[in-house]
């Protein structure tokens, strides 16, 4: 564990991290279907983990509050998850489609 | 009496008519039985409390020197203040007996005179105050309040004379009487604004009876640098006020034409109100001539004008056939007597003379008036009874005046009941007007010893003859011998008019069916008739013969009680015959004289009056030509230039500067319009652009699209991150 700490820098970290989030920005801005946004935003929220787990392992490594942030972001995540996809299953009933470019009745 | 009682009834005096005025004007002019009551009423009130304030004075000796009266702060002048007040001395007694006594009766007469008129409680209104003014003049102590009085009475003569003012020729006389007083007016305000400037106050008895003020007034040169002093100047300008309101000449043409109003206006203009303002103005300022000295330009200005105004009345009298155009001509003539008797010292003789004068030329009026209401009577009834049916008549059973004009009376213009030649034979059909008016002339001729003319013309001449004859003063021989040769020209031309009204055969159908007039028309004759005969005892010279004696501690009383209004009492003159005899002579010989032409072989009908066979008569009848000239100099000028100004000034740079001015509006306008266009429009329109395409483009984010929130979402963020990198860095 010490080799592996002494082995890879922070930055590596930082930059997958980086990479996960832009992955799941794309997916969240681009992607038709409504479910791989909902998978977007799942990578952008474990990008974010993996850089607080790697600040609080390299920084802070004495007290527990990156665990707990990313355990409480683990939590989020699955409730958004949960309530994002009854949300698309209840979209999909109505209008028979989870493309998030025809879902604009919030138009005004 | 108290003096606080005497002062407070001469406050009270002249409201009486004045509240008559506004009564009737305001509540009761739909009633003519209420208000020609209440004018008449109003009228008595004022009577009572003069005659109460008359006799309570009339015997006190020094009542000149400290006269009764009050006075109130009216008018605040920066750190002082302009009293007005009232005040009770021996000249304005004697008007306060006259004026109100001398309006009551023509107040009464007119009930009679004026019972066909449809405007009657519009005339007691205007009457009233007329009367009310009058005595608002008399009791005034201050020269302000006075001219107040005086401008009001010039509105109520205008309103009067004009009181037919459906006939051209009786408003052309109001329009006419009105203008040509305000010429006097003028001179007087100017008068009176430089006395308050030399003085610095108008009242009289701080300026008249002040030797040191009259002395320093006579000592200042006068402003225009004219050779004279101030008190000169300011007594000729405030005589100017004088020639105006008593038709002097060379302002006496207003006088003749006053006829045009109703006869018991003529009246009250004649004899109570109008002309004697004028005088009894001149007289209140008579201290003023003297501190300007005996011969000084002053004296000589009003000797010589009210001499000439005296002879030019007379004259023309002679050749006038209108009953009540002679009557005004003889006014003039009169006036004239008393502003030269004023302008050769004899102040009390034309006091004396205004006041005998009073009455008996309101006697005459009157009942000329009744002559003229019987002549219309007796018109009426021929032709009443020549075309049965005839329109016209009154609700009270008799054709309106001819003088009322009235447009649908056709006969009434072709014949004219004021013509002494359809006149004759009244004396019989009249009676009491007949004796009336033969008292009243005889008054006027100066009819010796019985009537007051004699006594107040004679007193004149006795002034006249003792300064000029006696003392060798070339002013007063003039006046003396003008003055005679006009009372015999008075004495004839009254002959004349009495032989032709009532003496002889009626000369025309009307006057042989003329009635005698109502009792409230001949009550007032008589009144006046027996004042006519008896006023001029007031004033006998004590040591005149017989009539001095008969009268014994009464005579000269007048003299004594008025001249006491002087710093200096004029020494009494001793009884000369001569002056006497001339009185005596002239008025004997004019009456005799006209008896010989008229009375002995009145005028038949259809024959023509000798007065015109004398070669001056046109020059008469048209009263010198005075108005045709004025109408050549003043008016005739004044209109050319009037159009003139018009053409020239009017319409050719008033109207073009207008013309100018609007088109440069207009082109200002139209700058604007455009700058308002361009610039204020067009920026708020481009405002307005701007914001709406702002939130056309804002629109279009709202897709509605959550991806699209999501990337507006993060290009926010990058640029705050941005940004908080830029400012941190």
Not at chain 1, 6 to 16: A, D, E, F, R
Not at chain 2, 314 to 320: D, E, L, N
Request: net charge neutral.
């Amino acid at each position: 564990m010490q080799n592996l700490l002494n082995g890879i820098p922070l930055w590596w970290y930082l930059v997958v991290s980086a990479a996960l989030f832009c992955i799941g920005l794309y997916g969240v801005l681009a992607r038709k279907n409504a479910i791989a946004l909902l998978m977007g935003v799942e990578l952008m929220l474990n990008a974010a983990n993996i850089n607080l787990l790697a600040f609080w392992r390299y920084l802070t490594p004495a007290s527990s509050g990156g665990l707990a942030f990313a355990a409480f972001v683990l939590v989020i995540a699955a409730a958004e998850a949960a309530v994002g996809l009854a949300l698309i299953i209840s979209v999909y009933r109505i209008t028979r489609s989870i493309d998030p470019e025809k879902l604009d009745q919030m138009k005004l | 009496m108290s003096h606080e009682t005497l002062t407070t009834l001469l406050w009270l005096a002249p409201l009486p008519p004045i509240l008559a005025f506004a009564v009737i004007a305001l509540f009761t002019n739909r009633y003519r039985q209420t208000s020609s009551t209440i004018a008449v009423l109003a009228m008595i009130a004022s009577l009572v409390m003069s005659f109460i304030v008359f006799f309570s004075v009339w015997q006190m000796k020094d009542l000149g020197k400290k006269p009764i009266g009050g006075q109130i702060g009216w008018l605040p002048t920066g750190e002082t203040v302009l009293n007005i007040g009232v005040v009770v001395d021996p000249l304005g007694a004697t008007f306060l007996f006259m004026v109100p006594l001398a309006c009551t009766l023509i107040f009464i007469y007119s009930i009679g005179y004026m019972s066909a008129d449809p405007r009657y409680t519009r005339f007691f209104a205007y009457l009233s105050l007329f009367a009310g003014s009058m005595m608002g003049l008399v009791v005034s102590d201050n020269l302000l309040t006075l001219f107040i009085f005086w401008e009001l009475m010039g509105f109520c003569s205008y309103s009067l004379i004009g009181f037919f003012y459906q006939k051209p020729s009786a408003y052309k006389a109001a329009v006419k009487a009105f203008m040509t007083t305000r010429v006097g007016d003028m001179l007087l305000l100017l008068g009176m604004v430089y006395l308050y400037a030399q003085t610095g106050t108008l009242n009289f008895h701080a300026i008249l009876h002040n030797e040191e003020v009259l002395k320093e007034l006579a000592a200042t040169p006068a402003v225009l640098g004219l050779g004279i002093s101030a008190a000169g100047l300011i007594a000729i300008l405030i005589f100017g006020g004088t020639v105006g309101k008593s038709a002097q000449w060379p302002l006496h043409v207003w006088l003749p034409d006053a006829m045009e109003g109703p006869t018991p206006v003529s009246a009250m203009i004649h004899a109570a109100t109008m002309v004697s303002a004028g005088i009894f103005m001149l007289l209140r300022f008579f201290p003023l001539l003297l501190a300007a000295g005996e011969h000084s330009a002053a004296f000589t200005i009003v000797g010589l004008i009210g001499a000439f105004t005296a002879f030019l009345g007379a004259t023309i009298a002679v050749a006038q056939y209108d009953i009540k155009r002679v009557l005004a001509f003889s006014t003039i003539s009169q006036l004239g007597f008393m502003v030269a008797a004023v302008g050769i010292g004899a102040y009390v003789a034309a006091a004396f003379h205004l006041l005998t004068h009073a009455f008996f030329k309101a006697l005459l009026f009157l009942a000329s008036g009744s002559v003229i209401h019987g002549m219309e009577h007796g018109h009426h009834h021929v032709s009443h009874a020549h075309h049965s049916g005839h329109e016209g008549h009154s609700a009270h059973g008799h054709a309106p005046h001819g003088e009322h004009a009235d447009p649908t009376g056709d006969d009434a213009h072709a014949f004219d009941p004021q013509d002494m030649r359809n006149m004759g034979g009244l004396r019989a059909r009249m009676p009491i007007t007949f004796v009336t008016f033969l008292i009243g002339g005889l008054a006027l001729a100066g009819f010796p010893f019985i009537t007051a003319g004699f006594w107040s013309k004679d007193e004149i001449f006795a002034d006249a003859y003792y300064h000029g004859l006696v003392k060798g003063d070339g002013l007063a021989t003039l006046v003396f011998l003008v003055l005679v040769a006009s009372a015999l020209l008075t004495a004839f031309y009254t002959m004349r008019q009495i032989a032709m009204t009532f003496l002889g055969q009626p000369r025309t159908e009307a006057a042989a069916h003329a009635t005698e007039s109502v009792p409230s028309m001949t009550f007032p004759l008589i009144v006046l008739a027996v004042f006519a005969l008896f006023i001029g005892f007031i004033n006998i010279p004590k040591d005149f013969p017989i009539f001095g004696a008969l009268m014994g501690d009464g005579a000269f009383w007048l003299k004594n009680f008025i001249a006491s209004m002087l710093l200096e009492k004029p020494e009494p003159l001793a009884f000369n015959i001569v002056p006497v005899l001339f009185s005596i002579g002239v008025a004997l010989g004019g009456l005799a004289l006209g008896w010989l032409v008229y009375a002995r072989h009145p005028l038949q009908a259809g024959q023509t009056d000798p007065v015109e066979k004398l070669p001056v008569f046109d020059f008469l009848h048209h009263r010198w030509y005075w108005d045709e000239l004025y109408r050549k100099i003043f008016i005739n000028p004044l209109q050319a230039i009037a159009d003139n100004y018009s053409r020239v000034v009017d319409k050719g740079v008033i109207d073009r500067i207008l013309e100018g001015g609007y088109a440069l509006g207009a082109r200002v306008t139209q700058g604007f319009a455009e700058f308002d266009r361009v610039v204020i429009t067009g920026f708020s329109d481009a405002v307005g652009r701007f914001f709406r395409s702002l939130g056309d483009w804002g629109r279009e984010l709202q897709t509605g699209q959550v991806q699209n929130y999501l990337l507006s979402g993060l290009i926010m963020v990058i640029a705050i991150l941005a940004f908080f990198l830029f400012l941190f860095q």
